[in-house]
């Protein structure tokens, strides 16, 4: 079954066509960084209105590159939520354009669970169960994947999520947006143990994070610095804002796997390219004897593969969405509606 997929729901545009799942035919992705980059963020409007000028290209290409045509779609399949609702229904409408005229199915896909099943696009032996630790711009969760439809929350940020750090903190430190890849590049010539930020590891035996006090401690050195006068070593604040991030990530999931007796474990989302993360979090895996999976880092980052990997669980498990889905700015994980 070949799928053609669309993500619009933040400032990515992407269209990528999937067989059964598992296997990318491709994946075209159109990046708006350096449109917003001036703005220090995504500007919603500016970004809908890229992903109207753009989109139609994009289907053209993946079709182009593939040699595919209209009709060899089997399926449309589209993220709907959550995410910049102005962003959602520019991909949405497209996507319900093509299934109605062609009279293919239409299906709507979670962009969290699509993050997840970027793992799946990669690795064929990968099946549930096992343990996700999303990490991404909007979202610091820990996910236990039972099957392919049925998805658990076992622990969640309660304030910022790790990705939003990442960018805050890099615009603080004038290494601009967004922040997560310049925060990794410039740590890797910094000492990670020059100061030393606090870890938030709450209640032992929960699996929430907590970043704010971490993002606010990085703002209180840097006043501080800056009052005194005193030189501000950024790649320094970089290393040690990254390692006490990722201490805690990889602390939560491996004592979360652990407590569920979970020996398989994936990441995803865009935080999971961090080099540390991955660093850490296979040390940690490799000390317990657990198999970890991440996806390469174009696979963790915003792109329509992962949707059309997920719509084709979706379809085998639930069928069809209707013309009438909506766009769900704040769907959350495990949930339709
Ligand atoms: P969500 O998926 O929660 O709706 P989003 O789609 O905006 O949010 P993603 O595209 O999954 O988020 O990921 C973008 C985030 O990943 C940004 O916050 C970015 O800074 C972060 N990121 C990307 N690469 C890295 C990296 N190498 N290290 C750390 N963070 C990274
Ligand atoms: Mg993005
Ligand atoms: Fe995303």
């Known amino acids: 079954m070949k799928i053609l997929s669309i993500e619009t729901s933040c400032d990515e545009t992407s269209v990528a066509i999937v067989e059964d799942g598992r296997k990318i035919l491709t994946n075209r992705i159109y990046s708006?960084?350096?449109?917003?980059q001036k703005y220090g963020g995504v500007v919603p409007e500016i970004a809908s209105r890229n992903h109207v000028?753009?989109?139609p290209y994009i289907i053209d290409e993946a079709l182009a590159e593939t040699g595919l045509t209209l009709k060899d779609i089997d399926a449309i399949g589209v993220a709907n939520g959550p995410g910049l609702v102005g962003a959602l229904l520019i991909g949405l409408s497209a996507a319900k354009a093509m299934a109605y005229s062609l009279d293919i199915p239409l299906i709507g896909?979670?962009?969290?669970?699509g993050h997840i099943a970027a793992n799946f696009l990669q690795f064929p032996e990968l099946a549930p169960p096992f343990l996700t630790l999303v990490v991404s711009g909007g979202h610091s969760h820990l996910v236990l994947v039972k099957d392919y439809e049925t998805f658990e929350v076992l622990g969640k940020t309660r304030d910022d999520a790790a990705g939003e750090a990442f960018d805050k903190v890099s615009r603080v430190l004038g290494l601009g947006y967004p922040g997560g890849p310049a925060i990794d590049k410039a740590?890797?010539?910094?000492?990670?143990?020059?100061?030393?930020?606090?870890?938030?590891?709450?209640d032992k035996d929960r699996f929430d994070f907590s970043f704010s006090g971490l993002k606010s401690a990085v703002l209180n050195?840097?006043?501080?610095?800056?009052?005194?006068?005193?030189?501000?070593?950024?790649?320094?604040?970089a290393a040690s804002f990254q390692t006490a991030?990722?201490?805690?990530?990889?602390?939560?999931?491996?004592?979360?796997?652990?407590?569920?007796?979970?020996?398989?474990?994936?990441?995803?989302?865009g935080v999971s390219a961090n080099s540390l993360l991955r660093e850490k979090m296979t040390?940690?895996?490799?000390?317990?004897?657990?198999?970890?999976y991440y996806p390469e880092p174009i696979l963790c980052t915003d792109n329509a593969a992962m949707i059309g990997s997920m719509a084709y669980y979706n379809y085998v498990n639930r069928g069809e969405s209707g013309l009438n889905l909506n766009a769900m700015p704040g769907l959350k994980i495990g949930t339709r509606s």
């Open 187 to 202: 740590a890797k010539n910094g000492n990670a143990s020059a100061i030393p930020f606090p870890r938030a590891f709450l």
């Open 53 to 55: 000028t753009k989109l």
């Open 245 to 269: 991030v990722v201490d805690v990530l990889v602390a939560k999931t491996i004592a979360c796997a652990k407590s569920i007796n979970m020996k398989t474990i994936c990441i995803a989302g």
């Open 109 to 113: 896909v979670h962009h969290i669970e």
């Open 283 to 292: 040390a940690a895996a490799n000390d317990e004897g657990f198999t970890l």
């Open 221 to 237: 050195y840097l006043n501080g610095k800056k009052m005194k006068n005193e030189p501000i070593v950024v790649n320094d604040v």
């Open 32 to 36: 708006q960084i350096p449109i917003h």
